[in-house]
């Protein structure tokens, strides 16, 4: 498992376009890398795919608006890091780059680890007022109501878990 994420997120965010606390700012990466850990325990998807997706498949968007080819550029820019923030063997920054660009226009994966992905961001979706429904979701984990219950509520109002503050060490009080 990675030790931390906040060299990454520090990294990230010396060339971020958008607020911090914007629709797809860090305070929506910390909810998407809560719910991904969360599915993960069951789901058995790679906790360490799962950590690295949330902090840079919205890494890269220019607007908080249409942005087609932002999980791409997020993809592009873990791409540049690999074996200087974090090491992946070759075969997990695969899924780690499919998850990125496919996460906003591809409805499933063949790969847990890709539909954990994908699920984490989808149960965010209460941050722009959408409720997750679970037929577009991928897991049987993901599609419990209790797991939607509980993402909703933190992403409708806007929770911003202790450790954007504590571990990502932002200065955020």
């Given at each position: 498992?990675?030790t ?32 991904g ?29 249409a ?107």
């Open positions: 498992m990675l931390s994420l906040r060299p990454i997120v520090h990294a990230i965010l010396e060339d971020n376009a958008l607020l911090w606390f914007g629709d797809h700012g860090i305070s929506h990466w910390a909810r998407v890398l809560e719910n850990l969360r599915l993960s325990t069951e789901t058995g998807a790679d906790p360490n795919v799962v950590s690295l997706f949330a902090v840079f498949h919205d890494s890269r968007r220019i607007n908080e608006f942005d087609f080819d932002h999980g791409k550029r997020g993809a592009e820019l873990a791409a540049q890091y690999p074996n200087q923030l974090f090491e992946l063997p070759d075969s997990e920054f695969d899924l780690l780059y499919t998850a990125c660009v496919g996460h906003t226009h591809e409805r499933t994966h063949a790969n847990i680890t890709i539909q954990t992905c994908w699920d984490a961001d989808r149960l965010d979706l209460g941050r722009v007022g959408i409720t997750p429904h679970p037929n577009r979701l991928c897991t049987s984990v993901a599609k419990r109501r209790e797991i939607i219950d509980w993402a909703d509520s933190r992403a409708q109002f806007r929770m911003i878990p202790d450790f954007v503050s504590q571990e990502w060490k932002l200065g955020i009080e």
